[in-house]
């Protein structure tokens, strides 16, 4: 079991109110999980332009959209959280930023499909140090009890970034070239990273997490203090953790549902349900936006409010809303018109990422002040690879199968074989469920 104990704040202690600086931090992180969105994102949402020009199939669009970009990704973000963990976080962030950044504005510029992976898994690369560091980063500027409020704001960069993705790319690549929306997203990442390097500040390491009446009573010795962890026992930590490998597993299967459908949902509302690009630009721009945001916010105070009674709600709290997405997201698919396609998919926007912020709150709860970027990255290493790297690519591969003998609704095939996979997550977050009852009952007898 993670030892959890440094998240705990002493009975009668002051908690720390999170200041002014903070919140500045908070939307200069949140502002940068936009661009790293946005930036993973634009291949799907120019799909139809870049499918045209370069001549890309289904399936080679889901390996540029999935596997190839998660391959990178995933891995790397190990070594990267195990090197944040020892160094300064905010500078991995800010040279992270900007790899990725020049990655993006270079995939403007391939003219052939070889050119654009590579492009492409050098933004995974330069990704890899963004996210995890972030969490860390977070979790010491804000303490204990606020921080799942902290993380879902933060973790609105997904729909925020996917929201701004469609509204600006599509209405750059309709009046302009989709080339142009890669170019431009990418310098904008390039400054990001110079505010970040010279604005962020690097906050202490586990800061919050020890009470002030405790903090003030002097060590005996030194040698007190418990040794830095090693990466691979970091590593054997995670995966032998019942509560954050079963936490892991339920949100791997529900990112092979999100990733597939965000990878190819434009590609499928245009070519199947009749939309343009400006309709993208407006109307799917509209849908991410406040769905996917709601779902972020309503699901990290739903935690703050309930996990400090009931923790199994870390598990609970998504197994509920993907029970309530999954028909509606059978509504989405099956809908004749992209009108009423988008009336369906506007609820499981955000019912499908009530898992994010939970997940994320419960996995830096859970580790050690010094161990929360690399269980950070582990977290990231098996649900990315998964739904990142399987979900898109399985999909585009399961259109083209269809597409043999039903080329007109090849994809709304492919989507039907999706919902399976809601069964599989709403087991596993109910399995991750028990077993945080089960940790809560033990430490009630020990107690």
């Given at each position: 079991?993670?030892?959890?104990?440094?998240?705990?704040?002493?009975?009668?202690?002051?908690?720390a109110?999170?200041?002014?600086?903070a919140?500045?931090?908070?939307?200069?992180?949140?502002?940068?999980?936009?661009?790293?969105?946005?930036?993973?994102?634009?291949?799907?949402?120019?799909?139809?332009?870049?499918?045209?020009?370069?001549?890309?199939?289904?399936?080679?669009?889901?390996?540029?959209?999935?596997f190839?970009?998660?391959?990178?990704?995933?891995?790397l973000?190990?070594?990267?959280?195990?090197?944040?963990?020892?160094?300064?976080?905010?500078?991995?962030?800010?040279?992270?930023?900007?790899?990725?950044?020049?990655?993006t504005?270079?995939?403007?510029?391939?003219?052939?499909?070889?050119?654009?992976?590579?492009?492409?898994?050098?933004?995974?690369?330069?990704?890899?140090?963004?996210?995890?560091?972030?969490?860390?980063?977070?979790?010491?500027?804000?303490?204990?009890?606020?921080?799942?409020?902290?993380?879902?704001?933060?973790n609105?960069?997904?729909?925020?970034?996917?929201?701004?993705?469609?509204?600006?790319?599509?209405?750059?690549?309709?009046?302009?070239?989709?080339?142009f929306?890669?170019?431009?997203?990418?310098?904008?990442?390039?400054?990001?990273?110079?505010?970040?390097?010279?604005?962020?500040?690097?906050?202490?390491?586990?800061?919050?997490?020890?009470?002030?009446?405790?903090?003030?009573?002097?060590?005996?010795?030194?040698?007190?203090?418990?040794?830095?962890?090693?990466?691979?026992?970091t590593?054997?930590?995670?995966?032998?953790?019942?509560?954050?490998?079963?936490?892991?597993?339920?949100?791997?299967?529900?990112?092979f549902?999100?990733?597939?459908?965000?990878?190819?949902?434009?590609?499928?509302?245009?070519?199947?349900?009749?939309?343009?690009?400006?309709?993208?630009?407006?109307?799917?721009?509209?849908?991410?936006?406040?769905?996917?945001?709601?779902?972020?916010?309503?699901?990290?105070?739903?935690?703050?409010?309930?996990?400090?009674?009931?923790?199994?709600?870390?598990?609970?709290?998504?197994?509920?809303?993907?029970?309530?997405?999954?028909?509606?997201?059978?509504?989405?698919?099956?809908a004749?018109?992209?009108?009423?396609?988008?009336?369906?998919l506007?609820?499981?926007?955000?019912?499908?990422?009530?898992?994010?912020?939970?997940?994320?709150?419960?996995?830096?709860?859970?580790?050690?002040?010094?161990?929360r970027v690399?269980?950070?990255?582990?977290?990231?290493?098996?649900?990315?690879?998964?739904g990142?790297?399987?979900?898109?690519t399985y999909?585009?591969?399961?259109?083209?199968f269809?597409?043999r003998?039903?080329?007109?609704?090849?994809?709304?095939?492919?989507?039907y074989?999706?919902?399976?996979?809601?069964?599989?997550?709403?087991?596993?977050?109910?399995?991750?469920a028990?077993?945080?009852?089960?940790?809560?009952?033990s430490?009630e007898?020990a107690?």
């Open positions: 079991m993670a030892d959890a104990s440094s998240s705990i704040i002493a009975p009668g202690a002051p908690a109110r999170p200041g002014l600086r919140w500045i931090v908070l939307a200069i992180l949140c502002f940068v999980y936009v661009l790293n969105f946005l930036d993973r994102q634009l291949l799907g949402i120019l799909a139809k332009p870049i499918q045209d020009e370069l001549g890309v199939t289904d399936g080679q669009l889901g390996l540029l959209t999935g190839y970009f998660a391959l990178f990704y995933c891995f973000a190990i070594p990267v959280g195990w090197l944040a963990d020892r160094t300064n976080r905010t500078r991995v962030l800010a040279v992270a930023c900007g790899l990725w950044s020049a990655a504005a270079a995939c403007g510029m391939a003219t052939s499909y070889p050119q654009l992976a590579l492009a492409r898994m050098a933004v995974g690369v330069g990704e890899a140090g963004g996210v995890p560091p972030s969490y860390a980063i977070i979790s010491d500027y804000f303490p204990p009890g606020s921080r799942g409020t902290a993380l879902s704001l933060f609105m960069g997904p729909p925020i970034g996917m929201a701004l993705g469609v509204a600006f790319g599509a209405s750059i690549a309709s009046t302009y070239s989709w080339r929306a890669f170019i431009w997203v990418g310098v904008i990442g390039v400054i990001t990273a110079v505010i970040i390097w010279f604005f962020v500040r690097e906050p202490k390491k586990g800061g919050l997490d020890v009470a002030p009446a405790e903090a003030a009573v002097p060590q005996a010795e030194p040698a007190a203090a418990q040794p830095r962890p090693g990466f691979w026992a590593c054997k930590m995670f995966f032998t953790d019942p509560v954050l490998l079963r936490c892991a597993l339920a949100c791997a299967a529900t990112q549902i999100t990733y597939a459908l965000l990878g190819f949902a434009v590609l499928f509302l245009m070519r199947e349900k009749g939309m343009t690009l400006e309709d993208v630009a407006v109307w799917y721009a509209l849908v991410v936006l406040f769905g996917a945001s709601a779902g972020m916010l309503v699901s990290g105070r739903l935690v703050d409010l309930f996990a400090r009674r009931w923790k199994s709600a870390y598990g609970y709290v998504p197994a509920i809303g993907l029970a309530l997405a999954a028909p509606l997201f059978i509504g989405f698919i099956w004749p018109s992209w009108q009423l396609a988008l009336m369906f506007l609820l499981p926007m955000g019912l499908n990422y009530f898992y994010l912020s939970p997940a994320v709150t419960l996995v830096q709860e859970e580790v050690r002040p010094d161990q690399l269980a950070g990255a582990l977290l990231l290493l098996v649900m990315n690879m998964v990142l790297g399987f979900g898109p999909l585009g591969f399961a259109s083209d269809f597409a003998t039903n080329p007109d609704n090849s994809l709304q095939l492919a989507f074989t999706l919902t399976p996979f809601y069964l599989l997550a709403i087991g596993l977050f109910l399995w991750l028990r077993a945080l009852r089960q940790q809560s009952q430490k007898v107690a």
